[in-house]
Every structure is written in C-alpha cells, then in structure tokens.
C-alpha cells in the first residue's frame, strides 16, 4: 500500500476526522490487518485565509503547492 499523504490545517478539528476516517475504512477494506502510513501537512489556517481575504490567490495556491511537494517529498 501506498503511503497516503494528507494536506490539513483547515482546523485541527476536521483534519482528525479525516485521519480517523482513512484509518478506519482501510482497516476494514483489508479485513482488519492493516492501517496506512499518513503524513500529515499542516498549513496555519490564518495565513491561508489571509491570502484569501487579500485576494492574493497566486500566493495561497503556493502555499497549498509546497505542502503537497513536502508530502511527496516525504514519500506519500
């Protein structure tokens, strides 16, 4: 299985739900024998809605696309 890599940080709260969710259903896909490797790239909520709220969207897809390049980076 592939390394699964998750960009979060839109709130700690909805960023666990995913994580628990991706655990659960490939658990239960595999019969119960295995759980996936997550990484987990965590962007500062405020600064994103900052690039928003200033309309700068260059910037925040950027910022989005140095976080996936960290996860691919890092194997997932």
């Known amino acids: 299985m592939k390394k699964l890599g998750l ?6 709260e909805s960023t666990l739900i995913y994580y628990k969710e991706l655990n659960r259903r490939i658990n239960e896909r595999s019969g119960g024998t295995d759980f996936p490797e997550i990484s987990i790239e965590s962007l500062n909520l405020n600064r994103a ?3 928003v709220e200033s ?16 996860l691919k980076k890092g194997g997932a």
């Open 7 to 12: 960009v979060g940080g839109t709130g700690p």
């Open 49 to 51: 809605l900052g690039y």
């Open 55 to 70: 309309e700068q969207y260059e910037e925040l897809a950027a910022y989005v696309s140095r976080a996936i390049c960290n």
